[in-house]
């Protein structure tokens, strides 16, 4: 599986941009004076899939919304593919790097999933044949049926849908760089899955911020922890899952599958 | 309308059926509503066969449409139930004859003249409308409403409030669920209390899921006015039924032109 997904990826790394994100110093308070990140650098590059791991209000989210221009930079500065992040270059970012909201009830905000799906297509320019190829393509990836589930209501939807068509919606905008806001958070345990099969099987380069540590395992190589705004720790995803000590120091906690197999009192992670 | 209903909020039950009227595109049946609403509400009181008419066209297009009769009957019964109040008003009113007096009380002639008039009014708007709600989805008339030049801007804003009322409803719901499951009080000044925090609170969570859907939206794009698709100009039948709609319309109003 790796082998093969490696291999889709060195074809498309002639398309893909080299190094899809460059944070450099990135600074950015709250209108009240709370500090939300301080001197973030990191460099992700294409077809890498990173978890984002860390506490409650740790700042996460804060850093996602930079990566799409939805925040500006206050100090620092961000590339995305070519651009830099500045009011210039949003629409280029925005067709680059694909933002999945946390709760897709606030993402699906169209009458008809149809609809919904073709929001971000529609704005990019896209008409007619194209926009109908586009909508029902990433449709099929996130495997939900254009026929049946095209004008159906989003509200009237499981969670696992509503976050499998928040996905397609900005699949459709066939953007380079994916950005998931903790993407299986109220997934029941099938739901869970499939959504793990479905960003395995994507060739793009993903950040993934999330509790869910037994997915940031079984997802990614590489693992960034923020704590309180700073980068605490950034490289592989093994090496910090078997550090309890590290994780519980930053409110976190090793993944369960690290404890399963052993289950033996040394290495449960709270001591 | 779309308020009256929010216990069933399903509002189109008869919008997947095969008939004429269902064939015809959904800006052409808005069309013919809106005129036969505009009709209907701008005849002169007392004017009972120009309603005689338009009463037949309407009642036509309910036969034909093959609508879910008692549906549409409670429909109207409830909208009735608030239009009722509005329409007691203009029963006691000067003018004409006096028939029944009781202390300030009185019913003139022209005060039921009046009452018959806006009350069959009432009844055939609503039984349009009903009709059009009845047989059209909230989608497709939002499209309509697009076809027809409305401003995008509306519509979207339009198109976000269908969308996001039943998340508002089952929110309240959860928040009273909870405040009943930590035992609120029977006290009904304390109730009032507590709900209307509880409308305070959903304003505010409104207001903050108002910008995160519109930093959603700025995600995938968006640049402060919706995208206005192309819509498939009409077929004969939309021509055709819009000009039967109009000619209807025309001749409910000759027929009192000789006086």
Known sequence: MVKTSSVILDNLQILMHHNPIIIENLTYAYPDGTNALSKINLAIEAGERVALIGANGSGKSTLQLHLN????????????????????????????VGLVFQNPDNQLFMPTVWDDVAFGPKNCGCQDEELVQRVQQAM?????????????????LSGGEKKRIAIAGVLAMKPQVLVLDEPSAQLDPRSRRQL?????SLSLTQLVATHDLDMALELCDRTVVLSQGQIV?????????????????????????YSRPYCLLKDLPVR | MLLLHLGAFHLDIDS??????????????????????FAIALTPNGRWWTWAIYGLGVFGVVFFSRLTKTVLLKRIAVEFAFIGTVLLGTLFRDGGEVLWSWGILRITSEGLTVLGSVTIKALLSLLTLNILTLTTSVPAL??????????????????????YIGVLIKEFQAMRKAAASRNLARNNVWQR??????????????????????????????????VVEKVPSGGRRDVFVLTFTIVLALLGQSIYLPH
């Open chain 1, 196 to 200: 793990i099969e479905l960003l395995k």
């Open chain 1, 69 to 96: 221009g939805i925040i500006l930079p206050q100090s620092g500065r961000i590339k995305i593919g070519k651009w830099w992040v500045d009011p210039e270059n949003l629409r280029d970012i925005r067709n680059f």
């Open chain 2, 142 to 163: 939002l499209n309509a409403l697009t076809a027809l030049r409305v401003p995008p801007l509306l519509v979207a804003t339009l198109a976000s409030m269908y969308r």
């Open chain 2, 193 to 226: 209390f507590v709900i209307g925090n509880m409308i305070g609170t959903l304003f505010i969570r409104t207001f903050e899921r108002g910008e995160r859907v519109y930093q959603a939206m700025l995600a995938r794009g968006y640049q402060g006015v919706p």
């Open chain 1, 233 to 257: 720790y950034d490289g592989a995803t093994e090496k910090i899952m078997s550090n309890p000590d590290f994780l519980l120091q930053h409110s976190l906690e090793s993944p369960l599958s």
């Open chain 1, 140 to 156: 099929m990836m996130v495997d939900i049926d254009p026929e049946r589930y095209g004008a159906r209501n989003t509200e009237n």
């Open chain 2, 16 to 37: 997947k059926q095969a008939t004429f009227w269902h064939s015809l595109a959904p800006r052409t049946r808005l069309l013919c509503a809106l005129l036969m609403v």
